[in-house]
């Protein structure tokens, strides 16, 4: 009898004191980005945000609703160019929205590039998702949004 309320008493204390479970299970983009495939866009997206919640919370397949919506996508740039040399400054701007348990995170994220060339196209889509100005704003935006939760 000892055994079985000790044993009862101790599968209540561990699933009372257990890390509750998160999956991402939708993506939404209401930004415009160029030069990023949607399927590749959408993984990215989730791969970063598993990577972020995963640092406090468990991730599991059909684990609690987590959703992301990029809300904008911004990347205003500046520059100047003399003859054949051009230097040019472009800062990424991501706002992102993350729906956990009916409450809404609000994060912004921003990441800076500097190119200086000469007569180079500075558009590459071959670039890793992970290694674009981009991914950057948007981890950043994640984690903002996310310190609160």
Avoid at 38 to 44: A, I
């Amino acid at each position: 009898m000892k055994k079985l309320l000790l044993l009862i008493g101790l599968l209540f204390i561990t699933t009372s004191y257990s890390q509750k479970c998160y999956s991402v299970t939708n993506v939404e983009n209401n930004g415009e980005i160029e030069g990023i495939n949607p399927k590749r866009f959408t993984l990215g997206v989730k791969q970063i945000t598993e990577e972020i919640l995963s640092v406090k919370h468990s991730i599991c397949e059909n684990g609690k609703p987590v959703e992301v919506i990029i809300l904008s996508i911004e990347a205003p740039s500046t520059g100047i160019s003399l003859g054949p040399f051009e230097k040019k400054r472009k800062k990424t701007i991501v706002k992102v929205k993350i729906t956990v348990d009916g409450d809404d995170y609000f994060g912004q994220g921003d990441s800076n590039t500097d190119v200086q060339s000469t007569f180079i196209e500075l558009q590459d889509e071959n670039i890793p998702f992970e290694k674009s100005a981009f991914s950057s704003a948007l981890k950043k935006g994640i984690q903002e949004a996310l310190s609160d939760f």
